[in-house]
């Protein structure tokens, strides 16, 4: 690497650290912006504002993606590395998936806590995308919290078939939700699995009744999953 890219390569990395902070406070913000006319009956004047508000973060959300394209020492290169970036500035309605950054940040906090909390993150955003995607879209999501409902029975992989997107936007949404659903499902399992590994490494003598008992529990609760979730969501995804 040439020192003129040793040099913008040490400039990115210090913009990103600068502004990791003030992008997750503004996709933050953003949350109760973009709720707020489904949840209050807002006057003209409450609309308009909002409005604009929203208009500056997706301005300041552009701005900082074409910083960093700019200071990058292969911008072609780092736009295909950060093509979600570049997907949720240019598909504003795909702006609240950029509360998913703020992984980077809880990426510290391993395990069930920092993986309960990216869940909770995901649910969130994907139920105000799936809002905006499916309002007009004739399904049976018509509202925030029937997207919350049906952002936690997805994530959860129970899926009761009730609601379900009908938009492609939707779909997609609901695809990723599924994988870090199974995804949040693995580390749980491999959690719990760990714990008792390490509770009876200090007692020997309990070690393999202990892994019986918590694995066969995970059995039965991973059929009781696949016979009340990921079947009849198969089903309602055909009907779909």
Do not use: C, K
């Not at 504003?92 to 309960?116: D, K, Q, T």
Request: proline share 3%; charged share 20%.
């Amino acid at each position: 690497m040439s020192t003129t890219q040793e040099r913008r390569t040490e400039q990115l990395e210090r913009f990103e650290r600068a502004d990791e902070i003030p992008m997750l406070v503004l996709a933050l913000v953003m949350v109760p912006v973009l709720l707020a006319p489904f949840l209050y009956d807002l006057t003209a004047e409450a609309e308009r504002i909002l409005l604009a508000a929203n208009r500056l973060i997706w301005a300041a959300f552009a701005a900082e993606l074409l910083a960093r394209v700019y200071l990058a020492p292969r911008r072609l290169a780092y736009l295909s590395q950060y093509w979600f970036d570049v997907v949720i500035v240019v598909l504003p309605i795909l702006r609240p998936l950029r509360l998913i950054r703020a992984m980077r940040l809880i990426m510290v906090r391993r395990g069930v806590e920092g993986s309960l909390l990216f869940a909770l993150i995901a649910v969130a955003a994907s139920a105000i995308v799936v809002t905006f995607a499916e309002q007009d879209a004739g399904g049976a999501i018509d509202g925030f919290d029937v997207a919350a409902w049906w952002a936690i029975t997805t994530i959860t992989t129970v899926g009761y078939g009730d609601t379900y997107p009908v938009t492609a936007v939707g779909r997609s949404v609901a695809a990723a939700l599924m994988l870090v659903g199974i995804g949040l499902f693995g580390v749980l399992t491999a959690s719990v699995a760990a714990y008792f590994v390490e509770s009876a490494q200090e007692e020997p003598g309990t070690v393999e009744s202990s892994l019986d008992e918590v694995l066969g529990e995970l059995r039965r609760l991973h059929d009781r999953l696949d016979a009340a979730g990921i079947a009849e969501g198969g089903a309602a995804t055909r009907d779909a």
